[in-house]
């Protein structure tokens, strides 16, 4: 890019942020006329039910929280063209964002968000959060759900290919070639979906290794030479190629493969469980074991179970909209300290908080009828406690929408490293093409 245009584009950019500072600022020092503050977020059965119980326990009567549901497709998209404008006028008090998206945000609109410090203590949550919700030493975010990673699995699919609970407990990324090979040949199932579009699988693998498609900056590439990166593409491909996996398309398929009973495994976010308990007739046939631990080559030992993460999002106040503060007190009474408030979201929700002390509560220790009594929140709660923190940048979806060629290219049998190679070159001329 000629250096004229990078000047050109910094001077609109600052000039959008200075624009955005001075339309809300003298909205933002009227808190005590507030008698609302908005929120925007989606899925109609998990965080804007969340908001409403937030809304319930936080104690002020004075003030209506009404929260606006749409996609999260829709979210990004008036987020985008809002903060791009310039003006606050058409902005939530508080918008919750992805952990793959917020550093974006946060760095092309540093002015636009609200310093949370004050209100939310390192201590009280996971500490992976916080590679995603700071700039320097100030907190932007308060974390919410975690995705902290587990292995869902019908227990009577892997009872019939000869694997008992214990042996799931204890399992490597070595071992799930041969654990799919088994399962396709006991019982003609898959042990899991996959959307080659979709490289969550090879995300949970990277994260696990406490690595990312760019350097702890943030910013660096590193595709070349990310040895988890490189096993999680080897890894997919010769479950495709081999046909041990049922190959999907799109979320809903992948959904319909477990519930159905054509994938006899899922290895994702804590908040998939929604996905597995809504087929209600197989309640009592699931369980969740760990997250696979990782292979030698990456450091793994034998029979040591890693943690990962996939998903998850915070809670952010925009700055210059009026309410700013009164938004800030109902983040700071609910989601970033009311541990109540996180156990009854688990029993209604499902949710798997980042706050750590929700462990404490009552129905963190509650067995799961659906998953054969386990006690699956306690379960993931302490998975969770050893996530690695990764800083995915801001980067994240744009490198995998190329990412995804990696992938194919490596299922037509060309030379893994000289594929990453290529890669590392197109993904470092995109990043500096978006900036």
């Known amino acids: 890019m000629k250096l004229s245009k990078v000047i050109a584009g910094v001077a609109i950019s600052t000039a959008a942020i200075t624009l955005l500072a001075g339309c809300g600022a003298s909205k933002a020092t009227k808190d005590q006329n507030v008698k609302e503050i908005t929120v925007w977020a989606w899925d109609d059965t998990y965080n804007v039910p969340a908001v409403k119980e937030a809304a319930k326990v936080w104690g002020n009567k004075d003030v209506k929280v009404k929260v606006i549901s749409m996609s999260q497709d829709q979210i990004v998209q008036k987020l985008n063209t809002d903060l791009a404008s310039g003006s606050s006028a058409g902005l939530p008090n508080i918008v919750l964002t992805e952990d793959y ?19 939310v203590k390192k201590d009280d949550f996971a500490t992976y959060k916080f590679a995603v919700n700071s700039i320097g030493d100030k907190i932007y975010g308060v974390p919410f759900d975690s995705g902290v990673t587990g292995w869902f699995y019908r227990t009577d699919l892997l009872k019939q290919a000869g694997y008992t ?3 799931m407990n204890k ?13 396709k040949s006991k019982t003609g199932k898959a042990l899991i979906s996959l959307d080659p579009s979709d490289l969550g699988m090879i995300r949970t693998i990277m994260q696990e290794d406490g690595k990312w498609y760019t350097g702890k900056d943030g910013k660096t590439v590193t595709i070349k030479g990310n040895d988890a990166l490189k096993y999680g593409l080897q890894l997919e491909a010769t479950l495709l190629k081999e046909g041990l996996a049922d190959k999907v ?9 477990v519930q159905s009973g054509a994938a006899a495994s899922a290895v994702s976010g804590s908040w998939y469980s929604s ?3 809504a087929a209600k007739d197989l309640s009592g046939k699931w369980a969740v074991a760990p997250t696979p631990a990782l292979p030698a080559s990456l450091g793994g030992k034998a029979g ?3 943690a990962s993460n996939s998903g998850g999002a915070g809670w952010y106040v925009l700055k210059n909209v009026a309410g700013a503060k009164t938004a800030e007190d109902f983040l700071g009474k609910t989601f970033a300290s009311n541990k109540e408030l996180m156990g009854t979201l688990a029993n209604k929700i499902g949710l798997v908080s980042t706050m750590k002390s929700a462990a404490s509560t009552s129905v963190y220790q509650t067995p799961n009828e659906f998953y054969g009594g386990q006690k699956t929140l306690a379960d993931f709660s302490k998975w969770m406690q050893v996530v690695p923190s990764v800083n995915y940048g801001d980067q994240t979806y744009a490198i995998e929408s190329t990412m995804t060629g990696a992938l194919q290219d490596v299922m037509k049998g060309k030379n893994i490293d000289t594929v990453l190679a290529d890669y590392q070159k197109q993904v470092e001329s995109q990043v500096a093409n978006a900036k």
Not at 175 to 183: L, N, P, T
Not at 249 to 257: D, F, K, L, N, V
Request: charged share 20%; glycine share 6%; hydrophobic share 40%.
């Open 249 to 257: 398309s799109g979320w809903t398929a992948g959904q319909q493969a």
């Open 171 to 183: 399992m490597s990324w070595d071992q799930f070639i041969q654990v799919a090979k088994d399962v």
């Open 165 to 167: 609970a214990a042996d």
């Open 101 to 119: 998206r917020i550093q974006g945000y946060l760095k092309s609109y540093p002015d636009a968000f609200k310093d949370l410090t004050k209100i």
């Open 304 to 306: 040591q179970t890693y």
């Open 275 to 277: 996905t597995i308990t």
